[in-house]
């Protein structure tokens, strides 16, 4: 009798914001075996450079390549350490990244941060996704896109995000012509972490479409970038520009020096990079038409198929093949959800209101949910923009700022963060709400990430958008979804949506729409919507008041020290 055939394994690894995670996964049927942590040493970078260097002005959010690296030092054998498998089975590794997060390099992949005589120059670092300093870059590009119609433009829904590869990349132009100069690739981190890992530089075609305005084959023209800054139309040829992976596909085998790292052995594929959002809607069997999946942390990335092209005002771009192959993959976003909890419990929630969470054995997140959970809707008398961190779809201007309309000296902790959860429900039916009358359809809303957890939460987002809402049955669902990428690199599978409904997992209707609470929702959205278009549209009274406090920030550090001030 012949024996079976050794079980295989492949690993998935999900840079996040704060840290990254590794996931050892079974080929054959996706069984999530062992997985591990590490933390960025530096987290997010945004008052002052490393080792108590230059000061930065507002909006910047930078980060240390090495802490990716310590992730694949780190996480990546611990992971298999917890599994208990042996590292000679395992057949490939894949990787997912925030984006759009973005590495200067020289030609050798060396970030410009590692160069001896650049670790104090902040545009050296790199851009972490939330990093929005590059806000009048991308007006500027918006405008002259506009003016020139541009044809590109439509595919990202009429607006460039400030996050996104040609804003912050221009801003290095502008600011420091001398990182600029010595940059001899504009890398996006999904890409970078699989130059580490391979040896090879491979752009994804993911990134390169939603981050890069990489359609139909070509990036803007050396017209417009010359248009937009004399001399900045060499950015394409000379920083950026670079052959193109498609999902799923192999972009070279495991180095010596990562098998050193990681104990994987040398030589297993290593696939094109993804991103986190968009690499999670396989992990939730979402390949088809009319599934949105809404990846929540931080903040939200709303991702979906289809197969139709549309221009849909406001979002993140339309890619062939962005999601998977032979399909039109569509993005949307919010730049804040977890993060606008978690700034509100940590700088708004007084002392008592702690003491009972601890008495009760409680998070002061699950404290306040509790109390928020026994309110009726409207109950509270509030209504909250979700735009702490700006907005990303469908205003696409991270100039814009929180607010929360209704306060009184009756109302209490739990009724603002009431009212912060609603206002992300609400920021999410206006995306929802833009494709279908843009001719996408929205049928299901699955989520993705740990916010998953929070009843009242997606009780509030399944009654808003009167959509059945699924969860992806997975704590780590980016990296379930590299793994899947994994295997396909591999060639455990044809494709990834073959990969997807063995290894993918979700939970379907967990949470369905009571209409008595939509109804009742209608009217605060309704309020929320006319917030939404008077301060987003109308009076530019939150970009004043940003451009008020950037000034007299950079007054106090130019007083302070003359020197600490970025460039």
């Not at 580490?196 to 050396?222: F, H, M, W």
């Not at 702690?354 to 409680?362: Q, S, Y």
């Not at 026994?374 to 008398?381: L, M, R, S």
Request: proline content about 6%.
């Amino acid at each position: 009798m012949s024996e079976s055939p050794r079980p295989t394994y492949v690993v998935g690894v999900d840079f996040g914001t704060l840290s990254g995670r590794a996931l050892v996964v079974r080929v054959s049927d996706g069984a999530e075996l062992g997985t591990a942590t590490f933390d960025y040493p530096h987290a997010v970078v945004e008052d002052r450079l490393p080792g108590g260097g230059r000061a930065l002005p507002p909006e910047w959010a930078l980060q240390v390549p090495e802490d990716y690296r310590g992730v694949l030092r780190h996480a990546v054998p611990a992971a298999v350490a917890a599994a208990g498998v042996d590292p000679a089975d395992v057949v490939g590794i894949a990787t997912d990244f925030t984006a759009c997060t973005m590495v200067p390099t020289l030609a050798d992949g060396t970030p410009l941060c590692e160069v001896p005589g650049l670790e104090d120059r902040p545009h050296a670092y790199v851009k972490l996704w939330r990093h929005h300093a590059a806000q009048p870059q991308a007006d500027r590009i918006n405008r002259l896109a506009e003016e020139r119609a541009e044809a590109w433009l439509p595919r990202y829904g009429g607006l460039i995000s400030s996050e996104w590869e040609f804003a912050k990349g221009l801003q290095v132009y502008e600011e420091d012509r001398e990182v600029y100069d010595r940059m001899e690739r504009w890398v996006e981190a999904a890409d970078w972490i699989v130059w580490q890992l391979s040896g090879e530089y491979v752009r994804n075609a993911c990134t390169a479409g939603y981050k890069g305005i990489r359609q139909d084959g070509a990036y803007p023209s050396a017209a417009f970038l010359s248009a937009l800054a004399p001399g900045f139309e060499g950015f394409v040829p000379e920083k950026l520009e670079h052959p193109i992976g498609q999902l799923g596909d192999r972009a070279g085998g495991l180095t010596a020096e990562a098998a050193a790292w990681t104990g994987l052995p040398e030589g297993i594929a290593v696939a094109v990079g993804n991103v986190d959002a968009h690499v999670s809607a396989p992990a939730a069997q979402a390949t088809g038409t009319g599934q949105m999946v809404a990846i929540m942390g931080t903040s939200t990335c709303h991702v979906m198929s289809a197969d139709v092209l549309r221009e849909v005002p406001g979002m993140c771009g339309v890619v062939d093949g962005g999601i998977v192959a032979g399909s039109w993959g569509y993005e949307a976003g919010q730049s804040g959800v977890g993060d606008i909890f978690g700034w509100f419990v940590r700088t708004a929630v007084p002392p008592a209101y702690v003491a009972a969470a601890e008495a009760a054995g409680e998070s002061v997140h699950e404290h306040l949910t509790r109390l928020a959970s026994a309110q009726e809707v409207g109950e509270h008398g509030l209504v909250a923009l979700d735009w702490h961190s700006g907005n990303r779809s469908v205003l696409v201007d991270h100039q814009l700022s929180g607010l929360v309309v209704g306060l009184t000296l009756a109302t209490r902790p739990e009724d603002v963060y009431r009212a912060l959860l609603e206002a992300t429900a609400f920021g999410t039916r206006v995306i929802v709400e833009t494709f279908r009358s843009s001719g996408v359809p929205v049928d299901e809303f699955i989520v993705a990430g740990g916010l998953a957890r929070n009843h009242l939460l997606m009780q509030v987002y399944a009654d808003v958008t009167r959509l059945p809402l699924s969860v992806l049955d997975s704590a780590q669902g980016p990296a379930l979804g590299s793994a899947i990428h994994a295997a396909v690199a591999a060639g455990a599978y044809p494709d990834v949506p073959s990969a997807a409904k063995s290894m993918g997992k979700v939970r379907r209707g967990v949470f369905l729409p009571d209409e008595e609470r939509a109804q009742r929702y209608d009217a605060l959205f309704a309020e929320y919507v006319a917030l939404h278009d008077h301060f987003g549209r109308t009076v530019p009274a939150m970009r004043r008041l940003k451009a008020i406090r950037r000034a007299a920030v950079e007054a106090r550090l130019a007083r302070e020290t003359p020197a600490a001030v970025a460039r």
